[in-house]
């Protein structure tokens, strides 16, 4: 008995300490998910999705303000997915950096590779919960 009270004072304490901390701090450890979802078109070839899965995997070493970055290809049994099959997971720590990177050179010129082959895109952002 004794250990779960000490483990609930535990808990509340630290509970208690994320709760006291300023908006701006609780702020500054949020991150900015920003996923994109691909369907590619039927006349893409594979070499044209390897191309753009490439220019798409090189954009954070030209975009600093990209902080993760992550993709993979749906492989979901749900069969849910509506002809996406490509998706891509990026990191901001504000909306302020995702802005610029939408309209960054190396973003745009990464779009004039992709938009030819693109059927249907999908975009959520969210700010992550812990």
Same mark, same amino acid.
């Given at each position: 008995?004794?250990? =779960?009270? *000490?483990?609930? $004072? =535990? *808990? *509340? %304490? ?16 949020? @991150? ?5 979802? &691909?369907? &590619?078109? #039927? ?8 191309? @753009?899965?490439?220019? &798409?995997?090189?954009?954070?070493g030209? =975009?600093?303000? @990209?902080? %993760? &970055?992550?993709?993979?290809? /749906? /492989?979901?049994?749900?069969? *849910? /997915?509506?002809?996406? +099959?490509? $998706? ?6 504000s909306?302020?950096?995702? #802005? ?10 990464? +779009? #004039? =590779?992709a938009?030819?082959? @693109?059927?249907?895109? +999908?975009?959520? #952002? ?5």
């Amino acid at each position: 008995m004794k250990k =779960i009270v *000490l483990l609930a $004072c =535990i *808990l *509340l %304490a630290s509970v208690g300490s994320l709760m006291a901390q300023p908006a701006s701090a609780k702020k500054e450890k949020a @991150i900015l998910r920003h996923v994109v979802l &691909f369907k &590619f078109k #039927d006349q893409s070839t594979e070499a044209d999705v390897k191309k @753009i899965e490439q220019a &798409f995997r090189e954009l954070p070493g030209k =975009i600093s303000l @990209i902080k %993760a &970055f992550e993709f993979g290809v /749906n /492989n979901s049994p749900e069969k *849910l /997915n509506q002809g996406l +099959t490509h $998706c891509y997971l990026l990191s901001f720590h504000s909306e302020k950096d995702r #802005d610029a990177y939408l309209v960054h050179p190396a973003h745009k010129a990464f +779009t #004039d =590779i992709a938009g030819p082959h @693109i059927d249907k895109v +999908t975009v959520v #952002d969210y700010w992550q919960h812990r």
